[in-house]
Each structure stands twice: as structure tokens, then as C-alpha cells.
Antibody
């Protein structure tokens, strides 16, 4: 059974960089069938996609966060990571790591990330001084 | 940027059918995925690729997608179905991004 586990500080100061790591167990992060993504959810609000990465290192980022986000992958450790710079209180949220199924988009002839079939339990990150 | 619109809330009596809509420009040309999220828990995939059900999801859950509206249908609703439901697509048309709807709170009366 695949499991994903987020780890990292639960409290980050304003203007600093939020750093989280997702450790994947029970399966290989190097599978060609999946992307690995980060999603967040502010308290009491909806889900927001942050970005996704393929095992090769190819990334997609939410345009609204792109200037502050870096997602990387370490296949030797079966981990992928999120860095979000210059955080503010608006970045306070539960952060989820997840596995996204790669699919064929026949209209565009591409293989983007699709549905999310496995989620981590989520970790609350609070931005506060 | 691509926007998905869901009703904030839907109410249904036990045993009846609940329909939760997800509106988007020509959403019928995209693959739609649906998630169920209960309080304090991570979301769970209940429908993917418009109408496929992951293993372990009851047949009471079904999906459809056409034109500008995708629909999640829950038949014979049970108290345990009370949750927030989110639709999601991948938008390849401009920004190449994942997009979630705002979520719908399903209340079982």
C-alpha cells in the first residue's frame, strides 16, 4: 500500500521560506505513470493546487505562486520537496503531498498530471512571527 | 485562467439522490476528477476521468461530463456521505495547471 508522509516545520516566520518534504513508501517515485504534487488548503477554505513534478524533474507550477515555488525530486531517497519563499500569513494552510495519475490528453497530445489517487495526511504550516 | 464553479451547498434526504455540479467553459473536453473530504481528513478520490470509480468506492457514486457541466451523482445517499466534494481538472489550454472547484458541502438531512 502506497503511503505518503509530509515532514517539515509547522511554524514559519513571515518573509522566510517554507520547506516541506514528502517521503513515499510502498512504491517507487520513479514510476513513469505518475506525477507527484503539492496541494494546500487554508483553514476553512478549499483546495489549491501548488505544483507537480515528474520523476525526471519536469515541473508544473500554479502561475499565481510560480515566482515563489520550487518543487524538486530525489529519486535516491524516494522523496520530493516543496519550497515556498517570502511567505505571509496568507500561506498558512494544511499542505498535502499527493500522487497524480499521468494521463493522455488527446486534445493537446500531451501527458499531464490527472487525478490524485493517493494523498498524505497533510501537515499544518502556520506563518507567524 | 480556467475557473470551475460549484454550488456552495447541496442538501438531500437519506435514500434520495444528490447531484453536485461543476461548471467550466467547455469542461466536456477535459477529464474531471471528484474528491470527497470529511472534516480533519485528507481528500479521497471518488470519481476519475469523468466517470470511473476507484476500487473501494461504492457504485452509488457516479459521474458524467458534457458541454459546460460535469456532475457527481450520489444515489441512495447515506449519512456517511455528508462531506465536502471538490471537482478538479487539468487545464492545458493556457497555463498548464491543476484547477479545483470551490467545493460543495453535502448535507444529509
Amino acid at each position: 500500500q502506497l503511503q505518503l508522509q509530509e515532514s517539515g516545520p509547522g511554524l514559519v516566520k513571515p518573509s522566510e521560506t517554507l520547506s516541506l518534504t514528502c517521503t513515499v513508501s510502498g512504491g517507487s517515485i520513479s514510476s513513469s505513470s505518475y506525477y507527484w504534487g503539492w496541494i494546500r488548503q487554508p483553514p476553512g477554505k478549499g483546495l489549491e493546487w501548488i505544483g507537480s513534478i515528474y520523476y525526471s524533474g519536469s515541473t508544473y507550477y500554479n502561475p499565481s505562486l510560480k515566482s515563489r515555488v520550487t518543487i524538486s525530486v530525489d529519486t535516491s531517497k524516494n522523496q520530493f520537496s516543496l519550497k515556498l519563499s517570502s511567505v505571509t500569513a496568507a500561506d498558512t494552510a494544511v499542505y498535502y503531498c499527493a500522487r497524480q495519475i499521468q494521463y493522455y490528453d488527446y486534445i493537446w497530445g500531451s501527458y499531464p498530471p490527472g487525478g490524485i489517487d493517493y494523498w498524505g495526511q497533510g501537515t499544518l504550516v502556520t506563518v507567524s512571527s | 485562467s480556467y475557473v470551475l464553479t460549484q454550488p456552495p451547498s447541496v442538501s438531500v434526504a437519506p435514500g434520495k439522490t444528490a447531484r453536485i455540479t461543476c461548471g467550466g467553459n467547455n469542461i466536456g473536453s477535459k477529464s474531471v476528477h471528484w474528491y470527497q473530504q470529511k472534516p480533519g481528513q485528507a481528500p479521497v478520490l471518488v470519481i476519475y476521468y469523468d466517470s470511473d470509480r476507484p476500487s473501494g468506492i461504492p457504485e452509488r457514486f457516479s459521474g458524467s461530463n458534457s458541454g459546460n457541466t460535469a456532475t457527481l451523482t450520489i444515489s441512495r445517499v447515506e449519512a456517511g456521505d455528508e462531506a465536502d466534494y471538490y471537482c478538479q481538472v487539468w487545464d492545458s489550454s493556457s497555463d498548464h495547471r491543476g484547477v479545483f472547484g470551490g467545493g460543495t458541502k453535502l448535507t444529509v438531512l
